[in-house]
């Protein structure tokens, strides 16, 4: 730190605006921003003290009834920072078929159901998680249970739409698009309009995403009512602690390389991207030839097998399996 009478230097500032930051989030509770004591009870079992960025700018403006466009990455926090609000207007007027949210995988949507449940443990929330992979019959046996909030992929949500008799949205309250920019990104732009066309034009409206992309700009004017925004996102952000590195070598080498990384950091679990879903097939393959416990997995599996995969993962790592892994 500078002694008294030097001028103050850039990490003295930086130190100095460090901690009125820290201090300033101390300071707030998700009961300061207005939520609810029976969620702020969730919260808690939850393990959550302190809101997030995302959480913190957005529930004031959600709880007086204004409409979102938030612009966070995946682990932000934005989940509970649509989920709180919802949450709260239906404990306020229980009504089923309340809140409607689209994303853009089966994954995520089972993600999202999950901390609904369990911020409405409370309250008795009721969800459905309408998706493709699983069998439609069920799914319509769900809906006609008439839950409080449906999570759904896009292309599923139209099929039930057009095909599942006596369900509608007539009664929905809130819609949510999770993760915007992917949604329209995996060609969903039909579905999407489909929906739009059918959910009460009084209704409440939040759409988040990573980036604002032009097809996000256009999804925005056609389905929020002047909507406030939120911006907590750098595009391409990176975890500070993340340790990144690559290599340069011949496309008929990587499988070598790739070997020869799994055994060199043996007692180590990884994950492996690959481009195609035949890909990923084919290197399963390869490192199962050569000794090597690996699993496949891609969007042309069926849920029940993507789920028993991912069972292990959600046992022995669950912030990883139930925040970070998307697919």
């Known amino acids: 730190m500078a002694e008294s009478g030097e001028p103050e230097t850039t990490v003295d500032k930086r130190e100095k605006e460090e901690k009125e930051a820290n201090s300033t989030t101390e300071e707030i509770s998700f009961r300061s921003l207005g939520v609810t004591e029976v969620l702020c009870e969730a919260c808690a079992a939850l393990n959550w003290t302190t809101p997030t960025a995302i959480q ?38 229980p009504t089923r078929l309340f809140a409607l949210v689209l994303t853009p995988t089966r994954e995520l949507a089972f993600q999202i159901s999950e901390q609904f449940e369990a911020l409405g443990s409370g309250i008795g929330v009721k969800c459905a998680v309408i ?55 995996m060609d969903f732009e039909t579905e999407v309009d489909k929906i739009l066309k059918v959910v009460p034009k009084e209704r409440h409206t939040y759409l988040y995403s990573a980036t604002m992309t032009r097809k996000v700009q256009k999804l925005q004017r056609a389905s929020l009512h002047n909507p406030v925004k939120v911006e907590v996102s750098s595009k391409y952000q990176t975890v500070e602690k993340l340790q990144q590195s690559y290599i340069f070598i011949p496309s008929k080498y990587k499988d070598c390389y790739l070997v020869s990384i799994l055994n060199e950091l043996a007692g180590n679990s990884f994950m492996v991207f690959c481009g195609t879903c035949n890909n990923v097939q084919r290197t399963t393959i390869l490192l199962r030839t050569l000794g090597l416990h690996a699993v496949p997995l891609h969007g042309k599996m069926p849920q029940v097998t993507s789920s028993l995969l991912l069972l292990p993962a959600t046992v022995s790592h669950p912030p990883l399996s139930q925040r970070g892994l998307e697919l």
């Open 56 to 93: 913190r700018e957005s529930l004031p403006i959600a709880l007086k009834g204004k409409d979102i466009i938030g612009l966070a990455e995946t682990g932000s926090g934005k989940t509970a920072a649509f989920a709180l609000p919802i949450l709260q207007a239906l404990l306020d007027t």
């Open 131 to 185: 998706v493709g992979g699983v069998d439609i019959i069920t799914q319509a046996m769900a809906l006609a249970k008439k839950p409080h909030i449906v999570i759904a992929t896009p292309g599923r949500l139209v099929d039930h739409l057009e095909n599942t008799k006596g369900f509608s949205l007539r009664t929905l309250r809130y819609l949510v698009m999770d993760e915007a920019d992917r949604i329209l990104n």
